[in-house]
T-cell receptor
Framework: SQKIEQNSEALNIQEGKTATLTCNYT??????LQWYRQDPGRGPVFLLL?????KEKRKERLKVTFDTTLKQSLFHITASQPADSATYLC???????????FGAGTRLFVKA | EAQVTQNPRYLITVTGKKLTVTCSQN?????MSWYRQDPGLGLRQIYY???????DKGDVPEGYKVSRKEKRNFPLILESPSPNQTSLYFC????????????FGPGTRLTVT
């Protein structure tokens, strides 16, 4: 069956460092991979989308890579700040399809 | 302001008592979806709709119904709620053919006793 795995353990880093979060998937061929941020008690908020024919996407301090051979996406936050502390979710979708599959998310804590 | 609204935000009910959670978006989005979120399981898609009168099952549709009679509204119906439907529910919408960015509502916390 289709499966998405994100680090279930929380990631703790020091302010100013780069946070790297991983999203691995199996039995799936996504055309689009998205990253969302979710704060406690709130709905997820879209951050970035990367397509299967793109290797890397950047937006301000955020960078996403997509390796369809390894079936993996990496999400980087550079110069991290305490305000970046949240849960980060990855989501996959096939081309022409309408189903979306989400990972369980990785909790990030950035210490001042 | 572009937004997705859900009502109610909190609901405690008893087993078997039919309920409806409403969802409305003001962005003229074609695509709408319902998810449930449970600890350790993440967001799981219940149903989605590609446009008016077009709906399809997600990964966990059992025990739920939906309808899409108007583009802006996508209610979630629990005909006979059971305790295993206790969860946090999110509605989302997106514009197809662009970034597929989903806009999420604030969530509805449902407890079935």
């Amino acid at each position: 069956s289709q499966k998405i795995e994100q680090n279930s353990e929380a990631l703790n880093i020091q302010e100013g460092k780069t946070a790297t979060l991983t999203c691995n998937y199996t039995n799936y061929s996504p055309a689009y991979l998205q990253w969302y941020r979710q704060d406690p008690g709130r709905g997820p908020v879209f951050l970035l989308l990367i397509r299967e024919n793109e290797k890397e996407k950047r937006k301000e301090r955020l960078k996403v890579t997509f390796d369809t051979t390894l079936k993996q996406s990496l999400f980087h936050i550079t110069a991290s700040q305490p305000a970046d502390s949240a849960t980060y979710l990855c989501a996959l979708r096939r081309a022409g399809g309408f189903k979306t599959i989400f990972g369980a998310g990785t909790r990030l804590f950035v210490k001042a | 302001e572009a937004q997705v609204t859900q009502n109610p935000r909190y609901l405690i009910t008893v087993t078997g008592k039919k309920l409806t959670v409403t969802c409305s978006q003001n962005m003229n989005h074609e695509y709408m979806s319902w998810y449930r979120q449970d600890p350790g399981l993440g967001l799981r898609q219940i149903y989605y709709s590609m446009n008016v009168e077009v709906t399809d099952k997600g990964d966990v549709p059992e025990g739920y119904k939906v309808s899409r009679k108007e583009k802006r509204n996508f209610p979630l119906i629990l005909e006979s709620p059971s305790p295993n439907q206790t969860s946090l529910y999110f509605c989302a919408s997106s514009r197809e053919g662009f970034s597929y960015e989903q806009y999420f509502g604030p969530g509805t916390r449902l407890t079935v006793t």
